[in-house]
């Protein structure tokens, strides 16, 4: 059974900076595309990068520049640096695991608040 396991989030103010994990077990990423997702409150949830296996990234444009996406495949694990934080990147955000034929795999997501 894929399990994703986020941690990492917390309560930043703005112009700060977190590290957001992705634990996976069940599975081997190193052949899969990672995502990570999120969504605040009323919102849909959106995604906001991700990394293919090898190694090429995609960014929402309001976040480029600022997150950055990398993965370690060794330790089956999935990061999300996010710097200078602004309010509008308060949310849970959510590791996503997709596999064909198969569906989505998706944790349990982390709190981030901006807030002063």
């Known amino acids: 059974q894929v399990q994703l396991v986020e941690s990492g989030g917390g309560l930043v103010q703005p112009g700060g900076s977190l590290r957001l994990s992705c634990a996976a077990s069940?599975?081997?990423?190193?052949?899969?595309?990672m995502r990570w997702y999120r969504q605040a409150p009323g919102k849909q949830r959106d995604l906001v990068a991700s990394?293919?296996?090898?190694?090429?990234?995609y960014y929402q444009d309001s976040v480029k520049g600022r997150f950055t996406i990398s993965r370690d495949n060794a330790k089956n694990t999935v990061y999300l640096q996010i710097n200078s934080l602004k309010p509008e990147d308060a949310a849970v955000y959510y590791c996503?695991?997709?596999?064909?034929?198969?569906?989505?795999?998706w944790g349990q997501g982390t709190q981030v608040t901006v807030s002063s």
């Open positions: 996503n695991l997709l596999r064909l034929g198969i569906g989505n795999s």
């Open positions: 069940g599975i081997r990423i190193s052949t899969y595309t």
């Open positions: 990394i293919t296996s090898g190694g090429s990234t």
